[in-house]
């Protein structure tokens, strides 16, 4: 007899395929390692204005994309602009009935399959609509947290948060697993929403090396010479438009300026924040690079920062500078969760500490700084691919079909 297949349904409220950004490549990667021994379907809601698509994005791995319906698509527009904040996403939970052919696709997948899985909590109204099957939730941060600090301070904003509470307070404790990708989700989900510690799992983003080409140390003074940089020193800071990363961002404007021999490079939405002729002449915003212009820029740098000292420590972009071959100055909060040693794998000490650090990577001796780069290359790899990653979850999974 062959035993049929069990199989997951992910209701995801973006397209995933292609995975071109941090949260598409970990669904993307994880499901796909997962596939090997499950039947799984991704049922996403794009934005009205992208493709509706069905098919095979990996072997046992398929993406039902959904677009939303202009009527949706509208009244989420209108409800962003009456709150005068940019969570979109949280607008799901309130306007998803008005795509119901996204509710049709859901619903039809659902019906075979044997656990149902969340990825935030504004789709969980539209799971529990089409029906009762268990549900697992994959937390993307604490959304009650992060839609506080975006919300206005009047009554339709108050009113607004304690609609994205109840619902991720009912998501948390109906849900059979929950998954994070960050230790500090994991344990704020427990305290914060009062559920069971034992169904919350911590499951780090990993990385695909085979995409990520490494620089090596002498390619790099190569590129750097190529474009007449060869006698400068180059930092880079990748961030987005979130509070957390316009305050480190903050913290390297301050560095930069006790480090006028040196330029400093932020890239990503986080320059919204920043007025640059305010700033100082040493540091350059680059807010829209596409992937092949990052690429570039990642293989002349001569020093990565990673200054996070709060919020959610998914970490997926120092994992891309490891991946990268650059050498990486982080706090220990930026790295705490990976297993990242001081001075074996990187330099590491408080914000205050960098602008000493960074001036030791600068001088610090080549076989020394080659060592390093290969030592964590070396762990990057055996730790934190996305199939040793997806591998940590799949006894949990098993387990909880068997417990069904």
């Known amino acids: 007899m062959i035993l049929k297949r069990p199989k997951i349904t992910l209701a995801v ?47 046992g791995l398929t993406e039902t994309r959904v677009p939303k319906s202009p009527k949706h698509q509208k009244a ?32 039809k997948s659902a019906k075979s399959a044997n ?15 089409v029906c009762n099957k268990p549900v697992w939730y994959e937390v993307s941060g604490i959304e009650t947290e992060l839609k506080k600090q975006l919300l206005p301070e009047n009554e339709l904003g108050q009113e607004f948060w304690e609609s994205v509470y109840e619902v991720e307070a009912k998501c948390a404790k109906v849900s ?5 990708s960050s230790q500090h989700d994991a344990q704020s989900i427990a305290q914060f929403q009062d559920v069971e510690s034992s169904k919350v799992i911590y499951l780090p983003n990993g990385i695909d090396t085979e995409r990520i080409e490494f620089t090596s140390y002498e390619q790099r003074l190569v590129n750097k010479e190529k474009l007449g940089l060869k006698d400068g020193f180059l930092a880079v800071f990748t961030g987005t438009g979130s509070p957390h990363n316009a305050d480190e961002a903050r913290s390297i404007l301050n560095i930069a300026s006790k480090l006028q021999n040196m330029n400093f490079l932020l890239l990503g939405d986080v320059g919204v924040f920043f007025e640059p002729r305010l700033t100082p002449p040493n540091v350059t915003f680059l807010p829209s690079a596409d992937e092949n212009t990052k690429s570039i820029i990642l293989s002349l740098a001569d020093v990565a920062l990673n200054p996070v000292k709060k919020g959610s420590d998914s970490q ?10 650059i050498p990486v100055v ?8 990976l297993g990242i ?27 020394t700084k080659k060592m390093r ?5 070396r762990y990057i790899k055996n730790n934190l691919e996305w199939s040793v990653i997806s591998h940590k979850i799949l006894d949990k999974f098993q387990f909880h079909l068997l417990i069904a």
């Open 115 to 129: 656990f149902v899985l969340t990825y935030q909590p504004y789709l969980f109204p539209a799971i529990r609509e």
């Open 13 to 59: 409220p973006f397209a995933v395929f292609p995975p071109n950004n941090v949260r598409c490549r970990r669904i993307f990667h994880i499901y796909r390692h997962l596939a090997k021994d499950f039947n799984i379907e991704i049922v996403s809601l794009a934005d009205a204005g992208e493709a509706a698509f069905q098919g095979i994005i990996a072997p």
């Open 373 to 377: 780069l290969q030592t964590v290359k």
């Open 316 to 325: 997926s972009i120092v994992l891309e500078y490891f991946c990268k071959g």
């Open 76 to 107: 989420e527009m209108k409800l962003v602009q009456k709150l005068g904040a940019n969570i979109a996403d949280a607008t799901l939970m309130q306007l998803y009935t008005l795509s119901p052919k996204y509710l049709q696709a859901l619903k």
């Open 176 to 180: 059979n697993l929950i998954i994070t």
């Open 330 to 337: 982080s706090t220990r909060f930026g790295v705490k969760s």
């Open 341 to 367: 040693k001081p001075e074996k794998h990187c330099l590491i000490g408080d914000v205050w500490q960098f602008p000493e650090l960074i001036v030791s990577c600068e001088k610090e001796d080549i076989v």
